[in-house]
């Protein structure tokens, strides 16, 4: 049972470049989640999904994209790649809504945008 | 929306002692509060919760206490070990509102001095 597993662990962008984040969970969840945590900010929705064909934003989904096209999986997209975007990102998924179960994260990616 | 404030930033303690954080929230229908520990190079991880129904819960040498009339919550941990070292964020949401419903502190970067 592997949980929440994210790919790359890191990752070095320039500027305007594009990549995919992936993030895959074995647990049969059908509430997925991305978030980034800055230092000192504490974690920041970007983007969710209550299941498969169902996505929405969240709180700064602004840069990003997500699909989800299976119970597993759910890509993070980032498309002009920018400074600001420099961040570790987590994905999540639960059994239930965020708010009231918990919640399992993958180890995170280190994203660096030069 | 939602605001939680988490204090302190950074909390150094020795081992074996006690360690308190707090944390205030600004929306009184929130009625469930989580914690996550985060250690070094993981993923935040679901260490205790509470629900608005109770005044104090406790699992081994964590405690978390709510007091719903001055809107604010806190994790006590006791006999202070070495493994307590992380970063430790706390959480609040409200039944109803939805999976982007839930949201963190800024956390706190628990030190044990040996």
């Known amino acids: 049972n592997a949980g929440v597993t994210q790919t790359p662990k890191f990752r070095i962008l320039k500027i305007g470049q594009s990549m995919t984040l992936q993030c895959t969970q074995d647990m049969n969840h059908n509430y997925m989640y991305w978030y980034r945590q800055d230092p000192g900010m504490g974690l920041k929705l970007i983007y969710y999904s209550v299941g498969a064909g169902i996505t929405d934003k969240g709180e700064v989904p602004n840069g990003y994209n997500v699909s989800r096209s299976t119970t597993e999986d759910f890509p993070l997209r980032l498309e002009l790649a920018a400074p600001s975007q420099t961040s570790v990102y987590f994905c999540?998924?639960?059994?239930?809504?965020?708010?009231?179960?918990?919640?399992?994260f993958g180890e995170g990616s280190r994203l660096t945008v030069l | 929306g939602e605001n939680v404030e988490q204090h302190p930033s950074t909390l150094s303690v020795q081992e074996g002692d006690s360690a308190v954080i707090k944390c205030t929230y600004s929306?009184?229908?929130?009625?469930?509060f989580p914690w996550y520990k985060q250690e070094l190079g993981k993923g935040p991880q679901l260490i205790i919760d509470?629900?608005?129904?109770?005044g104090e819960k406790k699992d081994q040498r964590i405690a978390v206490t709510l007091n719903k009339t001055a809107k604010h919550f806190s994790l006590h941990i006791t006999e202070t070990q070495p493994e307590d070292s992380a970063v430790y964020f706390c959480a609040a949401s409200w039944l109803g509102g939805g999976a982007d419903g839930l949201t963190f502190g800024k956390g706190t970067h628990l030190i044990i001095q040996p």
């Open positions: 999540a998924s639960s059994y239930s809504e965020g708010h009231t179960g918990e919640l399992f």
């Open positions: 929306d009184s229908a929130s009625n469930y």
């Open positions: 509470i629900r608005s129904n109770v």
